[in-house]
C-alpha cells in the first residue's frame, strides 16, 4: 500500500493564479482531511469529508474548495492565490470509527504564492 | 469548542526522562492522541488513550486523566533522533480531531 499520497511537492504560485492539488489514499478510509500548517505552528483543519461525495469545512476554509467524487481521491482547489495561502498542505484519513481515529498523513505539498 | 494547552518548547538530554503535558477543554470527550512530527516531515501516530491510565509503547507512553482533562507524553531513554514536534489531539462528539499547538523537543548532548 502506497498510504496516503500528494502531488506536487513543491509549487510557486503568482498571486491570483489558481491550483489543484491532489490527495489520494489506497486505504479505503472513508474520512479524509485537508490541513494547513504554518511555519512552526500547528495543523489548521481546511476542509474534510466523511465520505465520497459529503464534504464539510473546517477551521479555515476561506479561499478552497474540495471535492470527492471518490473514496480514494480528496483533492484541494486554491482559487485566486494570495500570499497568505504561502503554506504546507497535508492531506490525511482515518477509517470511519471516530472515536478512535488514528489518521495517516500524506507527505504535503509546500506551496509558496508570491 | 475545544482547546488545548501544550507547552512550546522543551529541552532535554540525551539519555534523560522528558515529559510534555497537554491540558485540553472539551465536550463529549472520547480520547486523546499524541502525534510526532520532524522538520519537514509529515505527523506521524504515536498513541491514542481513551481511558485513564498509562499506554506503554517502547520507550514512549502516555497517560490520560479524564477527571483532570489532562494528559501527558512520556519519552524516556531521549535519543537525538527524538528532536521533534509533539502535538496532541483530541476526538470529541461528531467534530473531527483537533490539534494543539505543538511542542518543540530539542534533544541535546
Known amino acids: 500500500n502506497a498510504g496516503v499520497t500528494q502531488t506536487p511537492k513543491f509549487r510557486i504560485l503568482k498571486i491570483g493564479q489558481s491550483m489543484t492539488l491532489q490527495c489520494t489514499q489506497d486505504?479505503?478510509?472513508?474520512?479524509m482531511y485537508w490541513y494547513r500548517q504554518d511555519p512552526g505552528m500547528g495543523l489548521k483543519l481546511i476542509y474534510y469529508?466523511?465520505?465520497?461525495?459529503?464534504?464539510d469545512k473546517g477551521e479555515v476554509p476561506n479561499g478552497y474548495n474540495v471535492s470527492r467524487s471518490t473514496t480514494e481521491d480528496f483533492p484541494l482547489r486554491l482559487e485566486l492565490a494570495a500570499p497568505s495561502q504561502t503554506s504546507v498542505y497535508f492531506c490525511?484519513?482515518?477509517?470511519?470509527?471516530?472515536?478512535?481515529?488514528?489518521?495517516?498523513f500524506g507527505p504535503g505539498t509546500r506551496l509558496t504564492v508570491l | 469548542g475545544q482547546s488545548l494547552e501544550q507547552p512550546s518548547e522543551v529541552t532535554a538530554v540525551e539519555g534523560a526522562i522528558v515529559q510534555i503535558n497537554c491540558t485540553y477543554q472539551?465536550?463529549?470527550?472520547?480520547?486523546l492522541s499524541w502525534y510526532q512530527q520532524h522538520d519537514g516531515g509529515a505527523p506521524t501516530f504515536l498513541s491514542y488513550?481513551?481511558?485513564?491510565g498509562l499506554e506503554e509503547t517502547g520507550r514512549f507512553s502516555s497517560f490520560l486523566s479524564r477527571s483532570d482533562s489532562y494528559g501527558y507524553l512520556l519519552l524516556q531513554e531521549l535519543q537525538m533522533k527524538d528532536s521533534a514536534s509533539y502535538f496532541c489531539?483530541?476526538?470529541?462528539?461528531?467534530?473531527?480531531?483537533?490539534f494543539g499547538k505543538g511542542t518543540r523537543l530539542s534533544v541535546i548532548a
Open positions: 490525511a484519513s482515518t477509517r470511519a470509527e471516530r472515536r478512535y481515529n488514528e489518521q495517516f
Open positions: 486505504m479505503n478510509h472513508n474520512y
Open positions: 469529508s466523511v465520505g465520497a461525495g459529503i464534504t
Open positions: 472539551t465536550s463529549g470527550f472520547y480520547g
Open positions: 488513550n481513551a481511558l485513564d
Open positions: 489531539a483530541v476526538s470529541a462528539g461528531n467534530t473531527p480531531l483537533v
